[in-house]
């Protein structure tokens, strides 16, 4: 089975802190994926890697900023947090259109996030 | 360009009715993949089913069952005989083929009352 794991499920932070969202996928999958989801605006996609070091702005990277230095672990960092970005963030991971299989995203358990 | 739309922001049944979530999506390809995943309150999307453009047929796994119809752009997802583990928020999703990311609809709600 796949794994996704964030390593933090409830965080509390204040305004003006750098905060740091880890994820880790167990599948060697090419594509890492963090998205935000807010009450009636699904899910948005903050950032996307494709690769070690590579990285595509999503829909919403204003206020983020993303790292992947291993293939298996993507961060997502809050340069100076702001109460609109109290949300609950989700990571994934993909093995990509590549795979003959279809590219079907894994998601971790997600992190819920609150800015004061 | 690419869209998911899922018309019902929220359902509430009475246990055991059986429930159709609605999707309908828009690309200009001819291969892609569509999704449906499930959140239930805990929080973590997990994975229902996969299906590429080329294969139409409906599918069934025990009181799910998944209708497909490139005519109208809809691949819709009935519960039969609800139970109130299915109360959830379902999200219909589009990828593509030869794009990496995945477009999701914003979810429906589904209250399944005892």
């Known amino acids: 089975d796949v794994k996704v794991t964030q390593s933090s499920r409830y965080l509390v932070k204040r305004t003006g802190e750098k905060v740091f969202l880890e994820c880790v996928q167990d599948?060697?999958?090419?594509?890492m994926f963090w998205y935000r989801q807010d009450p009636g605006l699904g899910l948005r996609l903050i950032y996307f890697s494709y690769d070690v070091k590579m990285k595509e702005k999503g829909d919403i990277p204003e206020g983020y900023s993303v790292s992947r230095e291993k293939k298996e672990r993507f961060s997502l960092i809050l340069e100076s947090a702001s109460t609109n970005q109290t949300s609950m963030y989700l990571c994934a991971s993909s093995s990509g259109t590549r795979d003959p299989r279809g590219n079907t995203i894994y998601f971790g358990e997600g992190s819920w996030l609150t800015v004061v | 360009a690419q869209k998911v739309t899922q018309a019902q922001t929220e359902i509430s049944v009475v246990e055991k009715e059986d429930v159709t979530l609605d999707c309908v999506y828009e690309t200009r390809d001819t291969t892609y993949y569509l999704f449906w995943y499930k959140q239930p309150p805990s929080g973590e999307l997990v994975f229902l089913i996969r299906r590429n453009s080329f294969d139409e047929q409906n599918e069934i796994s025990g009181r799910y069952s998944w209708n497909f119809q490139k005519s109208t752009s809809s691949f819709n997802f009935t519960i039969t005989a609800s139970q109130v583990v299915d109360s959830a928020v379902y999200f219909c999703a589009l990828s593509e083929a030869g794009d990496d990311k995945i477009i999701f609809g914003k979810g429906t709600r589904l209250h399944i009352l005892p």
């Open positions: 599948m060697d999958h090419e594509n």
